[in-house]
C-alpha cells in the first residue's frame, strides 16, 4: 500500500484502509473502489488523503498502534461526552501500545474537517504515549498522559461553533476564546475524583511554550513533563492535519518546525525523543525525487531522512547509500 494525498487520488484506485466518518462508522471500507462520485465527496467533507492498495507493494504493509476497535469506542465515547469511558480507553492504550512494544509512528490517521477534535484526541493521546514510553515513564505516569491526551481539548466543545468551524485564519477575538479551552476542560474536570492532578494540570498547560509565549505566559519552571510531552503531540498532529483554512503540511515540515523551536517552545529531551519515533518520511508515503521519479517509502529503519524506496516501475533504491541517488534530493510528498 501507500499514501496519497487528496488532490492525486484518482478514479480506479482501490483503497487499502478504511476511512471512518464524522460519525465513527466506516465511511469507505478497505477494498472498494474510488469513482469521481465518491473522491469528490472525500474532498468536500474535507479528508485529506487515503492509503491505496497496489500489487507492487503488497509488501508495505503499516499496522495502527491501536485497534479498530478500541479506536472506535473512544471515538464514541468522547462523542458522547462520556469524559470517564473515555478515560479507561486511553488507560488501555497504553495497555495495549506497551504489549506491542511499539517503538515509532508510521501510520497517519485520516481525519476530515466534522470530525477533527475527536479524532485529534485520540491521535494526541497515541503520540503522547509513545514519546511518554520514549521518556521512560512509569505505567501510572502513562496512564495519566493518556488521560490528559484524550481529555485535553474537550474546552473547545464549549467554544461557540462559529470559532471551531470558521473557514478563515482566526481573528483576535476568534483566538481569546479559543484560548479559553485549556481553562473550560480544567474546570470541568478539577471535582472529578478520577481524574488524577497531574492530568488536570498537564490540559490546563498543554499550550505552554517554555519561553513564556504560549496561552498563559508561564515560566519553564512552572511546566512540567506531561504538558510539555502534550505541546509536542498536539502541534505534530494539528500541523499534519488537513484544515479549512490550509493544506496538511507534511511529517517533514512539521518535524523541521519543532525541531527549530527545540528550546524556546518545545523541551529539548522530548524532541529528541520525538526525532527518535516520528520518522520524517513515513512508510508507504509516495516522495517526489529531484530526478522526476516518484518512490514509496518502503523502509525507514536504517535512515529516516534518506530512506529505502520504490519506484512504480518495481525498483528499489536506499537513497542513503545508492551512489547514483547520492545527488538526488527529496522535494516533498505526493
Known amino acids: 500500500m501507500y499514501y496519497l494525498t487528496i488532490k492525486h487520488l484518482t478514479p480506479g484506485m482501490q483503497l487499502a484502509k478504511s476511512i471512518v466518518g464524522e460519525n465513527g462508522n466506516v465511511l469507505l471500507k478497505s477494498g472498494n473502489t474510488l469513482t469521481p ?19 507492487m507493494f503488497a509488501d508495505v504493509e503499516i499496522d495502527d498502534v491501536i485497534n479498530d476497535e478500541l479506536r472506535t469506542k473512544a471515538f464514541v465515547a468522547l462523542q458522547n ?28 490517521d485520516i481525519k476530515n474537517d466534522k470530525n477533527y477534535v475527536l479524532k485529534h484526541s485520540i491521535a494526541v493521546t497515541v503520540f503522547a504515549i ?46 481569546d476564546e479559543m484560548k479559553k479551552h485549556p481553562i473550560i476542560a480544567y474546570e470541568e474536570l478539577k471535582d472529578n475524583p478520577y481524574i488524577s492532578s497531574v492530568s488536570r494540570n498537564a490540559i490546563l498547560f498543554h499550550h505552554e511554550n517554555l519561553d513564556g509565549t504560549g496561552y498563559y505566559s508561564l515560566g519553564q519552571e ?14 505534530y498532529d494539528s500541523m499534519t492535519a488537513q484544515k479549512k483554512y490550509r493544506d496538511a503540511l507534511a511529517p517533514s515540515e512539521v518535524i523541521e518546525y519543532i525541531m527549530s523551536n527545540a528550546g524556546t517552545l518545545f523541551d529539548r529531551t522530548v524532541v529528541e525523543v ?8 513515513p512508510i508507504g508515503f509516495v516522495l517526489k525525487l529531484s530526478n522526476g521519479e516518484k ?25 542513503a547509500n545508492n551512489p547514483n541517488y547520492r545527488s ?5 510528498i505526493v
Open 37 to 55: 462520485t465518491v473522491l469528490k465527496r472525500l474532498t468536500d467533507m474535507g479528508f485529506q488523503g487515503a492509503y491505496i492498495d497496489d500489487p
Open 81 to 108: 461526552d462520556n469524559l470517564l469511558a473515555a478515560a479507561e480507553l486511553a488507560k488501555t492504550m497504553v495497555k495495549e501500545m506497551k504489549y506491542k512494544e511499539v517503538l515509532k509512528l508510521d501510520l497517519l
Open 130 to 175: 509513545v514519546l511518554g514510553m520514549g521518556c521512560g515513564m512509569t505505567q501510572e505516569q502513562l496512564e495519566n498522559l493518556a488521560v490528559a491526551g484524550i481529555l485535553h481539548d474537550i474546552g473547545k466543545f464549549e467554544i461557540k461553533k462559529r470559532v471551531l468551524n470558521s473557514k478563515k485564519i482566526y481573528n483576535q477575538k476568534d483566538m
Open 222 to 235: 512552572k511546566i512540567g513533563l506531561m504538558p510539555r510531552i502534550l505541546r509536542v503531540a498536539d502541534t
Open 274 to 281: 520525538f526525532v527518535r519515533k516520528f520518522p520524517i518520511y
Open 295 to 319: 518512490a514509496v517509502v518502503v523502509s525507514n529503519e536504517r535512515n529516516s531522512m534518506r530512506p529505502f524506496v520504490r519506484t512504480f516501475d518495481g525498483k528499489t533504491i536506499d537513497l
Open 328 to 332: 538526488v534530493l527529496i522535494e516533498g
